[in-house]
């Protein structure tokens, strides 16, 4: 697998602004077409970008959940050149669940993703190379419903369904997919946690593990390796079971 073009959204922090330095120092990175809302930070990360390699660094200020603006990035960066990986990464978090948070969870969340997958699957349709990946980063909250931040996992359980489907769905085409769920890792979202975060980790080693893992064709990328296992027992116990974990586990305020 070839990896030479890349389009990533949320580019401007965490581990998409992790993600957009390691493939920028990829000797095979030829363009990176990022994206993020702030434009201060975006461009921040281009210069960065642009120190670190020899790819050229295409940035746009974007919200994921404008559907044509999503739409026409990705059809103009796919004439610029052949697309290889694009990857839905754009996400918030929900914190205090007032409905205009929750209606921002989900349309980030979810139609984000939406909003970039769903043209991406359409421009590799139409392509006979095997050179095409599509990663959507989910999250470990993804695996079961968590009382301390409802809207946040249930959107998150959406999307790493949705990548886990698509796996299959788009085989006959010859598109990779990749869904992603990680655990606490250094972000703007985890900076404003006040909840314990068991085997926190950095974004830059969580970019690397997850660049390396699409490489390898991982489909389910969750780590770190206790957290998904103990989220997935929690998805297949019996609620009262779950229950009593989870009415003893501390709220996030």
Request: glycine letters at 4%; proline letters at 5%.
């Amino acid at each position: 697998m070839i990896i030479k073009n890349i389009l990533l959204t949320g580019a401007s922090s965490g581990i998409g602004e992790a993600l957009a330095y390691y493939y920028a120092q990829q000797k095979e990175t030829e363009n990176l077409f990022i994206c993020g809302r702030n434009e201060q930070r975006l461009n921040l990360v281009k210069e960065k970008c642009t120190q670190l390699g020899n790819a050229k660094i295409h940035a746009k200020i974007l919200d994921v959940a404008d559907k044509q603006a999503v739409e026409d990035w990705i059809i103009n960066a796919e004439k610029t050149a052949y697309l290889n990986l694009v990857f839905a990464n754009a996400g918030v978090a929900t914190l205090e669940e007032t409905p205009e948070n929750i209606y921002n969870t989900f349309n980030i969340n979810v139609m984000g993703v939406l909003n970039t997958v769903t043209p991406a699957i359409e421009i590799y349709k139409k392509r006979q190379d095997k050179d095409k990946i599509i990663a959507i980063t989910a999250s470990i909250a993804g695996y079961h419903g968590l009382p301390a931040c409802p809207s946040y996992s249930a959107s998150k359980a959406c999307v790493k369904a949705y990548g886990e489907a698509l796996r299959l769905n788009l085989l006959p085409y010859n598109i990779q997919v990749n869904t992603i769920c990680p655990g606490f890792v250094r972000s703007r979202i985890t900076d404003k946690n006040t909840c314990p975060m068991p085997f926190f980790m950095e974004a830059d080693v969580a970019a690397a593990l997850i660049a390396n893992r699409i490489k390898k064709n991982v489909g389910l990328i969750a780590f770190p390796w206790p957290m998904r296992f103990v989220t997935w027992l929690a998805s297949i116990v019996p609620n009262r079971v779950s229950d009593f974990i989870y009415k003893r586990l501390p709220y996030k305020v």
